[in-house]
Nanobody
Framework: QVQLVESGGGLVQAGGSLRLSCAAS????????LGWFRQAPGQEREFVAS????????YYGDSVKGRFTISRDNAKNTVYLQMNSVKPEDTAVYYC????????????????????WGQGTQVTVSS
């Protein structure tokens, strides 16, 4: 079992930066693939970024590529999402997600491929 708790959301002006954190419980955190998704009102949950258990591979959604960076600190059981040059269309609830690398590996872009979810943190970008 893995429990995920996001933090760092808030209100930011367009063009600014924000860093989200997701703290995880569990002794096997380093063996999990971690992802960030977001969901705006009335929209489907959208893939933002993921990072492999080995910290070698990262993947990004087209809408955030070049602006957002995912990273992880296995010693702190934490995954981060650095958001730069934010836009009003980045406004959404952001969720972190995890799945054991013993279950799935590779580019995991669909919500159904993850087994554990946080409660979400709101990010609002003003124009």
């Amino acid at each position: 079992q893995v429990q995920l708790v996001e933090s760092g959301g808030g209100l930011v002006q367009a063009g600014g930066s924000l860093r989200l954190s997701c703290a995880a419980s569990g002794r096997t955190f380093s063996s999990y693939v971690l992802g960030w998704f977001r969901q705006a009102p009335g929209q489907e949950r959208e893939f933002v970024a993921s990072i492999s258990w080995s910290n070698v591979s990262t993947y990004y959604g087209d809408s955030v590529k070049g602006r957002f960076t995912i990273s992880r600190d296995n010693a702190k059981n934490t995954v981060y999402l650095q958001m730069n040059s934010v836009k009003p269309e980045d406004t959404a609830v952001y969720y972190c997600a995890a799945v054991s690398s013993k279950v799935r590996v590779g580019v995991l872009r669909r919500p159904g491929e993850y087994d554990y979810w946080g409660q979400g943190t709101q990010v609002t970008v003003s124009s």
